[in-house]
């Protein structure tokens, strides 16, 4: 089946510029949606952002929302989230995942397990002096 793998973490520092990129493969037909997902030490995972991969609306939760900004390439089926002025608190594993539909992402950064059946293997991002 697909398969999603995420790249582009690492240390930044605060204020600094961050690019992750998810790359999907595998998949028949891209029609599915792909949402970034991040887990905090202690936290639970929460969402970030998604994507319409038809016809490209964007969706940003609460907390993220002008802060990051997502987008993709459909010649290489990847997503991209960059993140202009990341945050030591932004420090996480990223993750990002393929559903039906961004509607299985709330604004407050809940969101519906059952939506999303593919995930990447996360990236580390550590924002830190």
């Known amino acids: 089946q697909g398969q999603l793998a995420e790249s582009g973490g690492g240390v930044v520092q605060p204020g600094g510029s961050l690019r992750l990129s998810c790359t999907a493969s595998?998949?028949?037909?891209?029609?599915?949606?792909i949402a970034w997902f991040r887990q905090a030490p202690g936290k639970e995972r929460e969402g970030v952002s998604c994507?319409?991969?038809?016809?490209?609306?964007?969706y940003y939760t609460d907390s993220m929302r002008g802060r990051a900004t997502i987008s993709k390439h459909d010649t290489q089926n990847t997503v991209y989230l960059h993140m202009n002025s990341p945050k030591p608190e932004d420090t996480a594993v990223y993750y990002c995942?393929?559903?039906?539909?961004?509607?299985?992402?709330?604004?407050?950064?809940?969101?519906?397990?059952?939506?999303?059946?593919?995930w990447g293997q996360g990236a580390q991002v550590t924002v830190s002096s």
């Open positions: 994507i319409n991969m038809k016809d490209g609306t964007t």
């Open positions: 595998g998949f028949t037909k891209l029609y599915l949606d």
């Open positions: 995942a393929a559903g039906m539909s961004c509607r299985g992402l709330n604004r407050s950064g809940s969101y519906y397990q059952a939506e999303w059946g593919y």
